[in-house]
């Protein structure tokens, strides 16, 4: 009984994760077509639009050659400084559709990302420049830890539909973080 149980949710699980690359495809082939079938004049929100659209792919925001410009000048923006690119999604547009650009920190991490520098390696620091969190009707869906662990690196959390990812609350990091290094001291205290 309990096997049937596991197989039943496996293939529910199973469905539902193809049922979302099934969509993800579609929109992808029609941000890919309306790219090649109408080169026209660009208008302000379409780079906005189309960063959206790359970060929210669970297989990383370059997974495919035509989120490469869009997400090499996004990445360019964000070490300039530059405020994250909006998008219109105009008239029904996409409600509960966004993206934010999160600067991380020890306070705002993963904890595998999490290190001891600065002076005297005493510091606790996050080895990325920040997190990009996608949500989809009012729903995380991906998070981009960007420039992890060296420029031009990211890490794909995605958290639709099918996906085994557990979710975690990256505010929480830096307290499970200590929490490991003070156990595995043997409960002496943590650092280095």
Same mark, same amino acid.
């Given at each position: 009984?309990? *096997?049937?149980?596991?197989?039943? *949710? ?5 469905? #539902?994760?193809? /049922?979302?690359?099934? /969509?993800?495809?579609?929109?992808? %082939? ?14 302000? *929100? ?81 080895? @990325?420049?920040? @997190? ?5 009707? #009012?729903?995380?869906?991906? /998070? ?8 031009? /690196? %990211? ?38």
């Amino acid at each position: 009984m309990h *096997d049937a149980a596991v197989g039943m *949710d496996c293939a529910i699980a199973r469905r #539902g994760l193809l /049922r979302a690359l099934y /969509r993800w495809s579609i929109v992808l %082939t029609a941000f890919v077509n309306a790219s090649i079938l109408a080169p026209g004049p660009a208008r302000a *929100d379409d780079w906005g639009c189309q960063v959206i659209l790359c970060l929210s792919n669970p297989g990383g925001p370059e997974q495919y050659g035509k989120c490469v410009p869009p997400i090499e000048r996004l990445w360019a923006a964000l070490r300039d400084g530059d405020p994250f690119p909006t998008c219109d999604f105009g008239a029904g547009g996409s409600r509960g559709t966004s993206a934010v650009n999160v600067i991380a920190s020890a306070g705002y991490c993963r904890e595998d990302l999490l290190y001891w520098g600065g002076p005297e390696q005493s510091e606790l620091l996050c080895n @990325a420049r920040g @997190a990009i969190n996608v949500e989809i009707d #009012g729903a995380l869906y991906t /998070r981009v830890w960007w420039d992890a662990r060296g420029a031009d /690196r %990211t890490i794909t959390e995605f958290y639709g539909a099918g996906s085994t990812q557990l979710s975690y609350d990256p505010t929480q990091a830096a307290r499970r973080f200590l929490e490991r290094e003070y156990e595995s001291a043997g409960g002496q205290g943590g650092g280095e």
